[in-house]
């Protein structure tokens, strides 16, 4: 894509974000100027005679020489321009506060007013701490409903209409296709973040196949749009657009949403057994149920482990475990359900190894925190892990859907402290040199500005 250079907003805000105070230019001619003309900037006298003329006593200090009532007035001073609008569309706040408020936070220190439209749980205060302006919209997730895409995709319009944003970020697949159709006509440039394609691209029943065929013409016809780019995380999902037919120019390839790595720093191996940590949503596909099966299989070998879980169902997603399932779990010996954990570090500060045996990623935020960590990994040879878990480098790789290859690589890599130690300090330099939030966000940034100064 060609920066053709900034090109400013001469668009004056109807919704008065800006206020431009009136200025008065007089020109004082004796005797000549109306009463109408001369309140505020001049002083009736009222103490008159009766039946004398009403005087006008102009201030000294706003009288003017015969050369400046003469000559041209001094041009109003132009209104100060608004900042560009960023609209971020998403389906969960929680989504956002947890996946883009590194990329958000860079976009507001770059000089942009940040919007977030989303279905509102409990992240409305926090999305407020941060000076960003939140606006709920419905998202129904998990199920095919006509009527709730349309209220959907209406709700979207609306907000066009009214916000009129200089550049909209859609984040994840859902939001992409309905924030798109809701974008028809508008002047905005769009970013689509197609991160990690979900369900419909992962599952092979004939339902997601028919998912898979019908989002894939979508997403041609509408990303292939003026001012319009797909945001990939892998070069895998980038091939993947590619194979449906969406044009090389309209890709950008950015890896991940950025990792803070001053606030994650490395930290020492605990004391005691080896220990597991999974993190992230209990999904099928993110490999939990293979995870849990690897650890039974140790422990039938006498070579059990112990294994941290951090994270709750999502039930919204077909492919989540029941909250019961998860439950069970925590009984079994050796294994923890820690739910949801709000800091992170303390679960990588309890845990030696950080596992994700996932079907498919766009680029993992568990994985990215446990490489700042300096934590080992062991993860699936699939699109998105293998960006940061990187073979005999930074982490084992094992074949999906592999209970007895994943028990392997734990015994080999809890076996192995050197091994660990290791890989450890190569995720973390690999975290600071490639994933950091600062890298991350000068990169996005770049793109929005990039985008916003192109013509439409």
């Given at each position: ?258 990792v803070d790595v001053?606030l994650l720093k ?51 997603n077909p492919a ?137």
């Amino acid at each position: 894509m060609r920066d053709v250079g900034f090109v400013p907003n001469q668009h004056v805000d109807k919704c008065a974000d800006y206020a431009m105070p009136a200025l008065c230019h007089t020109v004082v001619l004796e005797g000549t100027i109306p009463l109408w003309r001369m309140l505020g900037t001049h002083h009736v006298d009222l103490r008159r005679p009766p039946g004398s003329r009403l005087s006008l006593r102009t201030p000294t200090h706003l009288l003017m020489s015969t050369d400046t009532q003469l000559g041209s007035r001094t041009p109003p001073a132009r209104a100060k321009p608004r900042p560009p609008r960023l609209l971020y569309v998403v389906t969960e706040d929680w989504f956002f506060l947890s996946h883009r408020l590194p990329m958000a936070r860079a976009a507001r220190a770059a000089g942009f007013e940040v919007h977030v439209a989303t279905n509102v749980a409990d992240g409305a205060a926090a999305i407020a701490r941060e000076g960003f302006i939140l606006h709920p919209i419905r998202f129904a997730r998990g199920r095919l409903s006509p009527f709730a895409t349309l209220a959907t995709v209406r709700a979207l319009r609306r907000l066009h209409r009214a916000l009129a944003p200089d550049l909209v970020h859609h984040v994840a697949l859902q939001a992409t296709v309905l924030g798109s159709f809701a974008a028809l006509g508008a002047p905005a440039a769009r970013i689509n973040a197609i991160t990690g394609l979900g369900h419909a691209f992962i599952s092979q029943t004939r339902k997601a196949r028919l998912m898979r065929s019908l989002i894939g013409g979508l997403l041609r016809r509408l990303i292939d749009r003026p001012r319009s780019v797909a945001l990939v995380q892998n070069p895998d999902d980038r091939q993947l657009l590619l194979g449906l037919g969406i044009a090389p120019d309209r890709i950008v390839l950015i890896p991940g949403s950025g990792v803070d790595v001053a606030l994650l720093k490395p930290l020492p191996e605990p004391a005691g057994a080896v220990t597991l940590g999974f993190v992230g949503r209990l999904l099928d596909d993110k490999g939990i149920r293979v995870l849990v099966a690897a650890h039974r299989l140790l422990r039938a070998r006498a070579s059990p482990a112990m294994l941290l879980i951090a994270g709750t169902p999502d039930p919204a997603n077909p492919a989540s475990v029941s909250r019961a399932e998860a439950e069970g779990w925590s009984r079994e010996p050796g294994i923890t359900w820690l739910g949801h954990v709000e800091d992170i570090a303390t679960v990588w500060a309890r845990a030696h190894i950080a596992v994700l045996p996932s079907r498919r990623e766009g680029l993992p935020k568990s994985l990215l925190e446990a490489a700042a960590c300096a934590r080992p990994m062991i993860a699936t040879d699939v699109p998105g892990c293998r960006e940061i878990a990187i073979e005999n480098e930074t982490a084992l790789l094992v074949p999906a859907d592999d209970a007895a290859a994943l028990a392997d690589a734990i015994e080999r890599l809890a076996q192995a402290p050197d091994l660990r130690a290791r890989f450890g300090a190569a995720a973390r330099r690999l975290a600071e040199k490639r994933f950091s939030a600062d890298a991350i966000g000068h990169s996005v940034t770049e793109l929005y500005l990039q985008l916003v100064r192109t013509p439409g």
